[in-house]
């Protein structure tokens, strides 16, 4: 079975600072990738994709992720991030057909002012 | 507006009691799903369903129940609750045949069973 690992399950970070928050699955043959995230007290959002072409994909509000097929990575980024990032982030990977969704553990971003 | 409707929001309940938490959307989506999701676990699939009656077992189905009688909704059935069911619970929903437009959840439903 798939497996879908986020190494950080919290992380705090200044206002205005650079994060990174990491991803790695498991499989080797071809994957669709998602990251989503859910704000306090609602449900979980698409905030970007990958599932060819360029390896770099960028949401709207300025956070990107690049797929990284040798080290089976898809980390998300944000040069500068701001209050409203506060979240739960999760990263999940659909193999083939994709009938299932597998989804990592989930990584908490605060933003400290 | 595409939405995913759940209802409760919230529920508590105490063991033994049969409950139901309603899912329906008004995308046309052929596939919807239930998640359960719990503190360092992240997201855990209950049951899914790739079309009107047409279920299968996600990873955790011990102790649930669905149907799908209708394209739009998506009942997720507890016949005898127990305390470890407390969790968060998600409906989602994606069309089928194309993972690109990934999923759509509802707001979720918080269940404490005491």
């Known amino acids: 079975a798939q497996s879908v690992t986020q190494l950080d399950s919290q992380v705090p970070v200044f206002e205005e600072a650079p994060v990174e928050l990491r991803c790695n699955y498991s499989s080797s043959v071809s994957v669709y990738l998602f990251w989503y995230v859910q704000y306090p007290n609602q449900g979980l959002q698409l905030l970007l994709k990958?599932?060819?072409?360029?390896?770099l994909v960028e949401s709207i509000n300025g956070f990107e992720a690049e797929f990284n097929k040798s080290q089976t990575s898809f980390h998300l980024r944000k040069p500068s991030v701001h209050i409203s990032d506060t979240a739960e982030y999760f990263c999940?990977?659909?193999?083939?057909?994709?009938?299932?969704?597998?989804f990592g553990t989930g990584t908490s971003l605060t933003v400290i002012p | 507006e595409a939405q995913v409707t759940q209802n409760p929001r919230y529920l508590i309940t105490v063991t033994g009691k049969k409950l139901t938490v309603t899912c329906s959307q008004n995308m046309n989506h052929e596939y919807m799903s239930w998640y359960r999701q719990d503190p360092g676990l992240g997201l855990r699939q209950i049951y899914y369903?790739?079309?009107?009656?047409?279920?299968d077992k996600g990873d955790v189905p011990e102790g649930y129940k669905v149907s799908r009688k209708e394209k739009r909704n998506f009942p997720l059935i507890l016949e005898s609750p127990s305390p470890n069911q407390t969790s968060l619970y998600f409906c989602?929903?994606?069309?089928?045949?194309?993972?690109?437009?990934?999923?759509?959840f509802g707001s979720g439903t918080r269940l404490t069973v005491v």
């Open positions: 369903s790739m079309n009107v009656e047409v279920t």
């Open positions: 999940a990977v659909s193999v083939g057909t994709g009938n299932q969704f597998y």
């Open positions: 989602a929903t994606r069309v089928t045949g194309y993972i690109g437009y990934g999923y759509t």
């Open positions: 990958y599932l060819s072409g360029s390896t």
